[in-house]
């Protein structure tokens, strides 16, 4: 073993090069495995419920569809079959905001009441044995704004859906980021000089028979501190963020509570309609100056055509439960999550704590021999502490962890 790079020793050695190479490999494949086992944990949690909470809103948006169109099949039985058609697509909106597509929730709101106006008009407002023209349609879409038909609820319910769409939109963005960050860090991109120093620290002493030996405390926090420095910058982020999460969960009640605002919406809906119903006579004259007289065609609007017996089963015992449902999954979750603000701060500690290092007190490999304890000064987490890293030359941040940083402070700000 003469050509030897790294486990370089006064006495007799059984490795060869290959050998050497080999121990590389399986020394940077331990350290990766090791990292994946500590996060394993906190990556279950975070998965398991972004996957549990997008179930529940996708139920929540099924329900408060299906609550919608029974309003018009059980009241307004005439208008049901056109109207749940234009449900339908506003419901299909709310899901493609809730689920990360960029669409503002006041151009769904508005478009939903757009397509309503025509509807109503033909059924409520000015009902005829024939249904109106598509053009007439058309006109009474482009004029709804101006004419206010369901008095001030489009407002209100823009209002309702922008303040408790987002915060559920954010939480579910986040916590996906969370799952990204803890991929990012699992497979972190390790030195040369990093390389060499858990080579020298776990396998060097097999090339002088030494396969019992464990590295000392101090010289196994200085190079895996030294190899994690860039995650440890992770550390004061990652609190942030998981305090933010919590203060997003908290305020995610009331006015800003998705459960609420969805399952009610029927509601703003009947009070749009019976406000229309009232104003009938006035309607019909803002109508007539705006889009003349109705042209109507020879079709008749069929019947209501929702089947309210489809889902109802699941749906009931979703709305039976689900009375305080997301708030306490959500406390739960938040409860689970708490413990691990300072996963990266402490990440090195835990390693050498729990899997690396010798105990207090025994003899101990400090990278040359077999020794009773480690002489040098062991240093801090983080970049900066590292310039006086005895065993590990640490260069700036990892453009990768600079990355996951910056989206980590732009969702706490979010």
Request: aromatic share 8%; with cysteine; charged share 20%.
């Amino acid at each position: 073993g003469v050509d030897l790079q790294v486990c370089i020793s006064k006495n007799p050695t059984c490795c060869t090069k290959k050998m050497e190479e080999r121990y590389q490999t399986a020394a940077k494949q331990d350290i990766q495995q090791v990292l994946q086992t500590s996060s394993a944990t906190l990556k279950f949690l975070i998965s398991h419920n972004a996957a549990a909470f997008q179930e529940t809103f996708e139920m929540l948006i099924r329900l408060a569809e299906n609550y919608t169109s029974t309003l018009f099949c059980n009241a307004y039985r005439n208008m049901a079959a056109e109207a749940t058609v234009h449900v339908q697509e506003f419901f299909t909106d709310v899901g493609l905001f809730l689920f990360g597509t960029d669409i503002s929730t006041e151009e769904f709101v508005n478009r939903f009441f757009d397509m309503l106006f025509p509807v109503v008009y033909n059924h409520v407002i000015n009902p005829g044995l024939t249904d109106i023209s598509l053009e007439y349609a058309e006109c009474l879409r482009v004029a709804r704004r101006d004419i206010r038909p369901f008095g001030n609820v489009p407002k209100k319910a823009i209002g309702q859906m922008g303040r408790s769409l987002l915060p559920s939109w954010t939480f579910l963005q986040a916590l996906n980021l969370g799952i990204e960050v803890i991929n990012t860090t699992d497979h972190l991109h390790f030195s040369k000089d990093c390389s060499r120093a858990l080579l020298r620290m776990q396998y060097c002493p097999h090339c002088q028979g030494l396969t019992l030996s464990k590295p000392c405390m101090g010289y196994c926090l200085n190079i895996i501190r030294g190899c994690l420095a860039d995650i440890a910058e992770v550390d004061l982020h990652w609190q942030g963020y998981i305090q933010s999460l919590e203060e997003l969960s908290r305020a995610m009640s009331g006015a800003y509570d998705i459960e609420h605002v969805l399952l009610n919406f029927h509601s703003l809906v009947k009070d749009a309609l019976v406000q229309a119903g009232i104003n009938r006579p006035e309607l019909s004259e803002q109508v007539n100056k705006i889009c003349g007289s109705p042209v109507r065609k020879p079709k008749q609007s069929p019947g209501c055509s929702f089947d309210q017996k489809k889902d109802n089963h699941g749906l009931k015992m979703f709305s039976r439960d689900s009375e305080e449902t997301l708030t306490n999954r959500r406390k739960e979750f938040i409860r689970h999550l708490r413990p691990y603000k300072a996963f990266y701060g402490s990440l090195a500690d835990q390693l050498c704590g729990n899997e690396l290092a010798a105990a207090d007190g025994l003899p101990c490999w400090n990278g040359e021999d077999v020794v009773r304890s480690y002489m040098h000064h062991v240093v801090g987490s983080g970049i900066k502490a590292q310039s006086a890293n005895p065993e590990v030359k640490v260069k700036g941040t990892d453009p990768v962890i600079s990355e996951i940083i910056d989206k980590l402070k732009h969702v706490i700000q979010v």
